[in-house]
């Protein structure tokens, strides 16, 4: 679900700044990294727009001693729990001038900040590829993240040293699976048991 939610997310955002007047198809899911290792190179598909990049991934760790075992046609069958995840993304703007770069990320902030809970209910997106059709049940939300200037110095040194209009979000919580069973068992059905007295 990694991919899908930044998807969703991508396409949220792009309809919210056509409506806002700040352009159409203006946000694109890449690497930042890409556009600032080779900015001679002719990165058309990454001019003037706003990049959603993916910055890192933390496990939530409280939530790996779950029960691993559950029920399929009266069955019971183990597999491994789930791997949850938050997801540290970043927004850069990277629009034709500065000025559209901060109208474009007070847009951003504007946005999540009117919705940062996105699920199956409130949330309509395209389906047009069959990894968006699979999409059934989702539920997450964003949380503005402030790093300190530490943490901005090294982010932009990791990408190639330059600093553009940006805002980063702390995804909550995307629960990663595989269809796979370690092994099936069969009901427990009835209990035998022998009691002996004692005098």
Same mark, same amino acid.
């Given at each position: ?12 955002? *792009? ?18 990294? =890409? ?23 933390? /496990? /939530? @760790? ?16 183990? &597999? ?11 927004? &850069? ?5 500065? *000025? ?19 699920? =199956?209910?409130? &949330? ?21 993240? @402030?790093? &300190? ?9 990791? =990408? ?18 595989? /269809? =796979? ?11 035998? @048991? ?6």
């Amino acid at each position: 679900m990694l991919y899908e939610a930044l998807e969703i997310l991508r396409e949220q955002l *792009a309809n919210y700044l056509n409506d806002s007047g700040l352009g159409s198809d203006k946000v694109a899911l890449d690497a930042i990294a =890409h556009f600032i290792d080779n900015p001679n190179k002719d990165n058309e598909a990454l001019d003037n727009k706003v990049i959603l990049s993916l910055l890192s991934l933390q /496990e /939530e @760790t409280s939530l790996k001693n779950q029960r691993n075992m559950r029920f399929q046609n009266g069955n019971p069958v183990y &597999t491994n729990n789930p791997v949850n995840v938050h997801a540290y993304i970043l927004f &850069t703007c990277n629009r034709s001038d500065y *000025a559209f770069s901060l109208r474009s990320l007070a847009a951003i902030i504007a946005f999540f900040q009117g919705k940062n809970i996105f699920n =199956h209910k409130n &949330t309509v997106f395209s389906r047009n590829t069959q990894v968006m059709r699979d999409v059934t049940e989702f539920y997450f939300t964003l949380d503005l993240y @402030t790093p &300190t200037f530490e943490e901005l110095n090294y982010i932009w040194s990791m =990408h190639g040293g330059k600093a553009y209009p940006a805002a980063l979000y702390k995804l909550n919580l995307l629960s990663l699976e595989r /269809e =796979h069973s370690l092994k099936e068992g069969a009901p427990l059905t009835q209990v035998q @048991t022998q009691y002996k007295h004692i005098n």
